[in-house]
């Protein structure tokens, strides 16, 4: 079946380390996005890629960064510079003239 | 950039009707989104509008007035497990998807 894999489900990492992220899709679709979820709050966007080699900063992007060297693949780096880096993270991903973006579940990491 | 405003909760009975608003700022304008979000899980694509008018799917219908910079969500005939978070989201010609800040909706029985 075709869908956005994220992964792993929970995260747990030691404040000051790099921690990367990942998102997957077989949807064959052309952009892809990370978003931040913190409790009771809405999603902000990090980054977002229209295309393979190609990605953009979104309204909370600093401490991050990301990568698209293949479709398929969106990783999301979480660094030290990234002040309060615990929270809920979304990938999702959207076709061309698709109205629809279609999610992952989720990664859930706590810094410690 | 984009800014988009809902009420943070609503809480309607079952059985009835409620109607979760949203107004947006954005340059671009491509289309609004919404998208359901029960506690601890993903979003999920209800509605979409690019043009003026009403959508209907099911019990949800979404409207949308371009010249307003505004759109509702309406649901019908409410059920209990209708309650979760509501976000509405507006899509720019980059592609750029920014969400609001949700509408929390509780159905009471």
């Known amino acids: 079946d075709g869908g956005i894999t994220q992964s792993p489900k929970y995260l747990f990492r030691k404040e000051g380390q790099n921690v990367t992220l990942s998102c997957e899709q077989n949807l064959n679709h052309d952009a892809m996005y990370w978003y931040r979820q913190d409790p009771g709050q809405g999603l902000r966007l990090i980054y977002y890629?229209?295309?393979?080699?190609?990605?953009q900063k979104g309204d909370i992007a600093e401490g991050y960064s990301v990568s698209r060297e293949k479709k398929e693949s969106f990783p999301l780096t979480v660094t030290s510079a990234q002040k309060n880096p615990t929270a809920f993270y979304l990938c999702a991903s959207t076709g061309q003239g698709n109205t629809e973006a279609f999610f992952g579940q989720g990664t859930r990491l706590t810094v410690v | 950039g984009q800014s988009l405003e809902q009420p943070s909760e609503v809480t309607a009975v079952e059985g009835a009707i409620v109607q979760i608003n949203c107004t947006y700022q954005?340059?671009?304008?491509?289309?609004l989104s919404w998208y359901q979000q029960h506690d601890g899980g993903a979003p999920t694509f209800l509605s979409y509008n690019a043009l003026d008018g009403l959508e209907e799917t099911g019990r949800f219908s979404s409207f949308l007035s371009r010249s307003d910079s505004y759109g509702y969500l309406l649901l019908q005939e409410l059920q209990m497990k209708d309650s979760a978070s509501y976000f509405c989201a507006v899509r720019d010609q980059s592609q750029k998807v920014t969400f609001g800040t949700g509408t929390k909706l509780q159905v009471i029985p």
């Open positions: 890629s229209q295309i393979v080699n190609d990605f």
């Open positions: 954005t340059s671009g304008f491509y289309g």
